[in-house]
């Protein structure tokens, strides 16, 4: 801001006591009521809903103390006026200014003095403005010194560059900035912000100007403008509360405005919540609720009358997954294609920066809690939109739980080829994800158009758009493109839920007003704070152009408030809508409409009765949800579930040094000095020989393949394993039903079992039909392939090597099976799950699986031929070739085992289970009965007997997440449906299930009772040990390895709930819950065996291609590190350690799921070698190697279920080694935990209690630390 260079500090000081209502010094609160430019169109300042209008009042001096009182009254330069009679006046017009308080409407503002204002080159509120132009000419002479401060003040030049000043003005800042009326929120400046928001490109030091106290150099003023070109941005005005008396915000003005002009810049833009002399264009912020509750709970936000949290949740609930095709973060390399596109996009506009690439690659490259931005990557890698917001949180004051809101402020959004309301659902979506409770934006440019259709609330206060210096003509908001980083503050303005007809998305105007009464005379809504809504029409209020008898559901009285005489109010009740719609006299020229809220709209719109046209029947249909709003979650309308998948990039090859780094880094924490030198050896010698070469071949495998990966994994992890399948590939667990609606009972098998597979069968249809919604990680989507996988799927045995049988089709690929197999006591049926084109009911069901179980009760058990599932693979595969020579029907049946869309299996166990115990479920679910489960299957439903569920799946198909999705998706409808079918009960005449009976002879009897044999003993008495991929011996032979022996009761299940804390706590403590669950996985292995133990946990790579895993280690040198610092009472350091061993788990695991892993890699190399007969190299066979876990030799096989309700479990990958799945809610984590009881080592027990343990010790760590 400029200022006349000529005034003396004196005639300065005299402009302060006489200016009452200005910008900045505006009553009391400065730094509220002016907010500055900053960055390209970046208003720094921070404003609440209502800001305190405090002043204090100052004690009268007496005699020649000099009291701040007479230090101010010195300004006065009137010997006629006694002394004491200034300082009274000076009070009453300090006290009066605060009891105005500033104009927020140009009304009030007609009636403010702005004195200080009327010195400077600024249009005056009265004036017409019709051309373009500075208001002063540029000046040749530019003071040189500065201007005088109040005594004891002496000016600073802030170095941003220091540590220690960033600290300062944060504190100024946040302890002075802004304030709302109950002190119950601050902004909350962090350092990297400031850095990004007053250091863009072109930043000069001298421009952080700032006012220290002389006595103790604190900082109590500051003022931070960036450069922009031709033009300067103010940033923050901020004055010490304690300071505001002072009035030397003029003062602080008038010396930016000096340092500017010393660089040839006389003009400024600018921003105020308050109106000033003049404003040259008008907006209001916009607020989006993405986290209701908690806006709910910290009183941020309120529920009002007839509306509960849920139904909040609901409305405001948004998809799981983003919309737009090739949606990605914005990456360095994209910033010349930013640019273009944001300068040719801003043309349209009036009002608006000019970025060069430099300026785009610091506002809009993606910051870590700064700024996000997200392009839209068409063909060719052409970018065709963008969108962009930026973080500023906000203390939470005084609550006991909540200490911070994450705002978004939606900053550039460019759109040349996706729709921008697609585009800013998406930006909500990600902010959702990335965990902002509110999304914040201006009604300018082209954001009316999607505002309120996004259930956006309209904030309480205008923004006005301030140039100084220049004139031009008043703008529309619609053509100012400045975006602010903005620190304005409104409340989020959650729409009145008294209302909730009005709430609905466009239901409001589009629904009501314009379905209903066709009327294209609404001209404005207006929504009072007396929570009714007020919608004014002009005089053709109500034409409807149909006949209307509309019926309704929990309507309340309508009320029509109409003008007589344009003067006089006179209400009219109406007892029902018919007759509101057809009024017996026609209404006067303007009407008000008061509308109560209709109970039973939301979310249940498809039971009200309607008596209207099929084209006003299509309307409501398109506004209304006709599903409950937990549907989004896992459907979509707008997406294909297979869409993106010829578009995903291919998996990559990471750079062969970066992956032996990474290995070396591995082996650290178990090898000595010794040990880790000859490995470095090993792994130097291979690098420069035999693996450079190899890893060529392997990049021009991939140059060939979009994954050069998945055959591979298939064969050497799932189809060449000849140990068996069902124990020791399979991964089972329990189905969570039973902790809302359905705890175990006896007598309720198969009505449950009924309903979840009718739910199962829903599933499958959303997948069939594609309209299962995309996942995705953030912004990207995931590859969905695996789930086709899950229906209709089936290993075949082999020889030497099995296969993958998949038989499932989408309805745009063609015909798919459709038909169950149920097994219960050894026998197998089957029948269609479509009849006449419906899927069946849950009583048709019913009915289906009653006959069964009937049968199978009343008969003798059958032959019990899928316990050859659990044989030895090439022993499975020659029993299998016997069956099918013995009889051609045998392989019919076999088909149509493998073709079935899945297994159901009526189990006749009842484990006791809990939601705070599994135990004895999972065991049931990986060990149970044999002649009830098709261990090949893609998925088994096992059905308990006492009505609880379990599964058990193949896991060469697809991985745990398939299933926990499919799992988590039936729950929710369960828990929706409270467990019963509320839908008809009458079931269709459909065919009987046909009984699939095997034909056995003696050899194949034999088989089948030496498999059942085995299977116990595998479990009960005899083991196989499991080897994922390949063992590699001194020679260099590579075989597939295992043994026998005699272990009593071997398999040993631990399954418990954590409920003393979960996600909630630790995401308090700036963790991620699956970093803190793994330290503490590390931790209580090295408190209970005295050493580190090699970890392995599942890194998904679903980002490309037919993507699966990739191996994560978690056993760090700073975990181990770090677990040696937890045991030693001695070591102080054990929260740093922690941090340390938090950030290098975060790294690894985000380079594993982008493909930059290293066990895959050395897969990868190590398969080139077997199948070009060349020598194993020396670094597999290097001790090392294994002990580090390669080569399938993790002691801790673990992975992370999810945040949802299902849970799962294996086996140990090794002898001596512990299987751990876990699962993390909001209160509380479920470990499964399974451990060889024969091995003298292990304890799933004891381990299980030793994780509890970790888990309070590093909560208590991180709590205390911040004490």
Known sequence: MMAEDSESAASQQSLELDDQDTCGIDG??????????????????????KKKQKRKKEKPSSGGTKSDSASDSQEIKNPAIPMQKLQDIQRAMELLSACQGPAKSIDEATKHKYQFWDTQPVPKLNEVVTTHGPIEPDKENIRQEP?????????????????????????????????????????????????????????????????????????????????????????????????????????????????????????????????????????????RSLNPRKLVEVKFSHLSRNMTLQRTMKLYRLPDATKTAGLRAME????????????????????????????????????????????????????????????LPSTVMHHPIHKSLKAAYSFYNVHTGTPLMDLINDALILAKLKGFDVFNALDLMENKTFLEKLKFGIGDGNLQYYLYNWKCPPMDPEKSNLKLIKWDWWWILLISWSYELFQQEQFRRDLLFKSIFQSTSVSQLILNWSWETKVFF?????????????????????????????????????????????????KSSCLTLHVTCLRCLHFNWKHTIFSLTEEIFTVYRQVIPWENMDNQVFES????????????????????????????????????????????????????????????????????????????????????????????????????????????KDGTQLERTSMVVWHTLQYWDLIRTER?????????????????????????????????????????????????????????????????????????????????????????????????????????????????????NNRAILEAIQSSLFIVSLDE?????????YTEMILQALTGDPTARWGDKSYNIICFADGTFGSNCDHAPYDAMVLVSMCYYIDQKLKASEGRWKGSVAAREIPPPEELVFTVDQKAQADIALAKQRYRESYWGRRELRCMWWVVDRDGRSFFFSRTEDFAQDVQVVSYAFTSFGKAAIKRKKLHPDTFVQLALQLAYYRLHGKPGSCYETATTRRFYHGRTETMRPCTLEALEWCKAMLDPSTETKRKCLLIAVAKHNKLM?????????????????????????????????????????????????????????????????????????????????????????????????????????????????????L
Request: contains cysteine.
């Open 332 to 391: 360095k390399k994209d910033v010349k294609q930013v640019q273009q596109l944001l300068e040719k996009y801003l043309q349209q506009f009036h009002l608006g920066p000019v970025m060069d690439e430099e300026e785009v690659l610091h506002w809009f490259l993606p910051q870590e809690n700064i700024i996000d931005t997200y392009v839209v990557e068409g063909p060719g890698g052409v970018l065709t939109d963008f969108t962009s917001f930026y973080t």
């Open 1150 to 1266: 985000n380079e594993a799921q982008n493909g930059k892993g290293f066990d895959r890699h050395l897969l990868g190399l190590y398969l080139i070698a077997k199948g070009e007969g060349l020598p194993v190299p020396e670094l597999y066979q290097d001790p090392a190697y294994s002990k580090s876990g390669g080569g399938g030799n993790f002691v801790l096989s673990t992975s992370l279920v999810g945040y949802t309700t299902v849970l799962g479990a294996v086996v140990p990958m090794v002898h001596h080694g512990y299987g751990l799945f876990y699962r993390i809610r909001d209160d509380s984590i479920v470990v499964s935990c399974t451990a060889w009881k024969s091995c003298p080592e292990t304890d799933a027990e004891k381990l299980y209690q030793n994780i509890t343990t970790s888990f309070q010790e590093m909560l208590q760590l991180m709590t205390l630390s911040q």
């Open 28 to 49: 009391d609160n400065e730094e509220e009521n002016e907010h500055m430019q900053g960055s390209p169109g970046g208003d720094l300042g921070a404003k609440k809903k």
């Open 772 to 888: 299962l919604a995309v996942h995705k990680a953030g912004r990207l989507p995931l590859d969905m392939n695996q789930f086709r996988m899950l229906y209709c799927t089936c290993k075949v045995p082999g020889i030497t090597k099995d296969t993958i049988q998949n038989y499932f089709k989408t309805e745009s690929e063609g015909t798919c099976p459709s038909h169950l197999v149920v097994m219960c006591r050894g026998r197998v049926f089957t029948f269609e799950a479509v009849f006449e084109g419906c899927i069946l009911s849950p009583p048709e069901i019913l009915r289906q699986i009653t006959y069964i179980r009937e049968r199978c009760t009343s008969q003798p058990d059958g032959a019990g031929v899928s316990a050859l599932t659990t044989e030895e693979r090439t022993c499975w595969a020659k029993a299998r070739e016997h069956l099918i020579e013995l009889d051609p």
């Open 147 to 287: 201007y005088s401060l109040p005594q004891g003040f002496m000016w600073d030049t802030l170095d941003l560059s220091s540590a220690e000043v960033l600290k300062e003005l944060y504190t100024l800042l946040n302890e002075n900035y802004v304030e709302d009326d109950d002190n119950m929120f601050r902004f909350d400046y962090s350092p990297n912000f400031l850095k990004w928001a007053l250091r863009p490109p072109g930043w000069l030091p001298q421009w952080h100007c700032g006012v220290r106290v002389s006595s103790n150099k604190k900082l109590e003023l500051c003022l931070s403008p960036p450069s922009v070109k031709k033009m300067v941005e103010i940033n923050f005005l901020c004055v010490h509360k304690k300071l505001r008396s002072k009035r030397v915000a003029p003062v602080l003005i008038r010396e930016i405005t000096r340092r500017v002009n010393l660089e040839g810049i006389f003009q400024a833009v600018y921003t105020a919540g308050v109106v000033l002399p003049k404003p040259v264009s008008t907006c209001r912020y916009w607020h």
């Open 538 to 586: 002009r005089e053709s209020l109500i034409t409807p152009p149909f006949d209307v008898n509309c019926t309704v559901a929990g309507t309340a009285r309508v009320t029509v408030h109409h003008k007589v005489l344009m003067c006089n109010w006179k209400a009219v009740q109406y007892p029902d809508i018919y007759t509101f719609l057809h009024p017996k006299k026609n």
């Open 637 to 744: 309308a707008a997406a294909r579930t297979f869409q993106y998948q010829s578009s995903l990039p291919p998996l990559p090859v990471p750079a062969l040094e970066e992956s032996l780094q990474k290995y070396l880094d591995a082996v650290k924490p178990f090898t000595n000095e010794e040990e880790f030198r000859r490995t470095s050896a090993i792994v130097q010698v291979f690098a420069e020989g035999l693996g450079k070469e190899l890893h060529q071949k392997l990049l021009r495998r991939a140059r060939n393949l979009k994954n050069w990966l998945e055959e591979w994994w298939l064969d050497s992890a799932y189809l060449e394993v000849r140990i068996p399948s069902q124990l020791n590939v399979n991964f089972g667990g329990p189905a969570p039903y039973l902790e809302h609606c359905w705890p175990a």
């Open 909 to 917: 166990a009842r484990p006791f289970s809990t939601p705070e115990n």
